[in-house]
């Protein structure tokens, strides 16, 4: 029916339906779907280049970690016998050496151990005998939430502050601001932990000292992570808002009649948000590779606290995961930012086009 219709106002011979409103916002619909289209192809061409271009970067840092690994003076059969308590017998090295295929060439060893690791089979720890997936999906979950919950309180600190700052630039607010996100960003995550353990943990008694799982646990874990954080993200949040702040585009706004907190959260804010963008997907990349330091005080069996007793006990499996999983966290959260760019900035979302 619609197609008879269609020929019909085409056999007129004439543009005037198309002037009707009816119709006119049919082609206007049918106009965004086709650019929602157009937009979503583009974006997921970009995503497969990116992909297939990540392929030969994985390779690459597979290669390096295993051969690392390989050419350690320290015999891999040796460290796991010695790890089970066992004396290291020259036969016995020879026997399990054969049978693990150590004796094997460079290649053959890599190769092998790269479609194990493709599968998901990560080898065993040479500590414990643990397999290694499971030991980083062990893990995974307590590094999982002290790098969300540190992200969210640093985003919920710094962007309010930050913009404050730009807005009150030069008085006393900008100045009392500044100084303590100077103070906060030279304190080392380590001196934050024993400051916030010693005061809030050892003398008023109101966190435990050492992580048990609750949620009162992760308090002072998740502060340790977040004030040097929000230190950092206060001036790069203060100097992308001065910097929209100083474009013509704001002066029109406010000639024409706009609001200042109109412009101020309308433009300028969503503007800035690729530098906050940028300074998040950074800090969340390095938070997923463990923070050793406040693991390692907290007692939190995270990432960070399983690579640095991997890295003392040479266990050489684990961190051969844990350098391939920390590669591939990186690659996938610059993908994604690249995305959010896409998103948020036309300009980019051209260049996309234009690549």
Do not use: C
Not at 141 to 158: A, G, M, Q
Not at 163 to 177: C, E, H, N, Q, S
Not at 185 to 208: I, Q, T
Request: charged letters at 15%.
């Amino acid at each position: 029916m619609q197609t008879g219709m269609y020929y019909e106002r085409e056999d007129k011979g004439s543009d005037d339906w198309l002037s009707s409103p009816t119709d006119k916002g049919r082609k206007v619909w049918y106009m965004s779907r086709m650019r929602e289209y157009l937009d979503r192809h583009i974006a997921l061409q970009y995503v497969l280049r990116r992909l297939i271009s990540l392929i030969p970067i994985l390779l690459g840092v597979t290669i390096l970690t295993y051969g690392l690994m390989y050419i350690s003076p320290q015999d891999p059969v040796e460290m796991m016998l010695q790890g089970q308590g066992t004396a290291p017998d020259p036969e016995v090295v020879a026997a399990m050496r054969h049978q693990l295929g150590l004796d094997r060439p460079f290649l053959v060893q890599y190769f092998d151990w790269l479609w194990r690791f493709v599968r998901g089979d990560m080898g065993v720890s040479y500590i414990d005998g643990a397999a290694v997936s499971g030991k980083l999906l062990k893990a995974l979950p307590n590094t999982l939430k002290l790098t969300f919950s540190s992200v969210i309180v640093t985003i919920l600190l710094s962007v309010p502050l930050g913009i404050l700052a730009a807005v009150k630039k030069g008085r006393v607010t900008d100045a009392v601001i500044r100084f303590l996100s100077f103070i906060g960003n030279s304190l080392p995550n380590f001196v934050v932990s024993l400051l916030l353990l010693y005061f809030f943990a050892l003398k008023l008694g109101w966190f435990p000292v050492l992580s048990s799982g609750s949620p009162s646990s992760l308090v002072l874990p998740t502060l340790a992570l977040a004030i040097p954080m929000t230190g950092k993200y206060i001036r790069q949040v203060r100097a992308a808002v001065l910097e929209q702040l100083g474009r013509q585009y704001v002066d029109g706004a406010v000639s024409r009649g706009l609001k200042r907190r109109k412009v101020l959260f309308g433009y300028v804010l969503q503007n800035a948000l690729v530098t906050i963008i940028t300074l998040m997907s950074m800090s969340i990349g390095s938070l997923l590779g463990g923070t050793a330091a406040i693991e390692m005080l907290f007692v939190m069996p995270g990432m960070g606290y399983m690579v640095t007793n991997a890295v003392t006990g040479r266990d050489y499996p684990v961190i051969q995961g844990f350098v391939v999983w920390m590669s591939v966290i990186y690659i996938f959260i610059n993908l994604l930012t690249d995305l959010a760019y896409y998103y948020l900035d036309p300009r980019i979302g051209a260049g996309m086009e234009v690549k």
